[in-house]
């Protein structure tokens, strides 16, 4: 599956996104609102497109899966859902937690992609394979069934060379690396302050 965006001819792909998680505001008690959050996780799904390979339609569904579920709660009670924190705290008083645990599997998700292109910054002989996999393996695979399992292995072995991964993030080598990093550190830090919020004892209980 084939990325239709066109990338500017002095820009990058993070240039095409709607909204980078770098552009997610965090308040300083942590809180993140929802709406930005939605579409910046919305956005890096295209990701999977760029990636070129119909073996990641089943990664990239997942995520988006998770975030209609989050998205359907938002709309049902738009009050209590300003944050993602709200959302959830407020979903788990009603008895219900259905977005809490697709936020939940989200994070995984996301988790999976930061760690997956982390280890790929870090290690510049490495193939995209090699960090997929060793991503996978710290992040989604314990939790996934054996059904499961195959399914998102053989999208890890389908994975571009590295070369023509940066080559599809811009033509200016330095500028796409630039935007990589920055994107990346951006999703690691929304990424760790929901793991943090997801373990307290109120959450954890009832939200695995």
């Known amino acids: 599956m084939a990325s239709a965006q066109v990338i500017p001819t002095d820009g990058t792909w993070f240039d095409t ?4 998680f770098s552009d997610v505001p965090v ?17 890096l ?15 990239k569904n997942d995520l ?10 938002q709309l049902a009670a738009p009050a209590e859902s300003e944050t993602l924190q709200a959302l959830v705290l407020n979903e ?4 219900k937690n259905t977005a809490s645990i697709g936020l939940l599997w989200l994070v995984r998700g996301l988790d999976f992609t930061a760690q997956a292109l982390r280890h790929n910054i870090a290690n510049p002989s490495d193939e995209l394979s090699a960090s997929f996999r060793a991503a996978y393996g710290e992040t989604l695979k314990p939790h996934h069934s054996f059904v499961v399992k195959p399914i998102f292995s053989a999208a890890m072995s389908a ?11 811009g033509q200016d080598g330095a500028k796409a690396q630039e935007a990589l990093e920055k994107s990346t550190a951006a999703l690691e830090r929304i990424v760790a302050i929901l793991k ?13």
Do not use: Q
Request: proline share 5%; hydrophobic share 35%; net charge positive.
């Open 17 to 20: 996104m709607r909204r980078g």
């Open 92 to 95: 788990l008083k009603s008895g």
């Open 159 to 169: 994975t571009p060379y590295r070369k023509d991964f940066y080559s599809k993030l």
């Open 64 to 73: 988006l899966g998770n975030i209609k579920k989050i998205r359907d709660r």
């Open 45 to 59: 799904t295209t990701l999977f497109d760029l990636l070129g390979s119909v073996a990641f339609t089943p990664v």
């Open 196 to 208: 943090t919020f997801l373990e307290t004892p109120e959450v954890k209980k009832t939200v695995k």
């Open 27 to 43: 308040s300083d008690d942590s809180s993140i609102p929802t709406t930005e959050f939605l579409e910046a996780a919305e956005a």
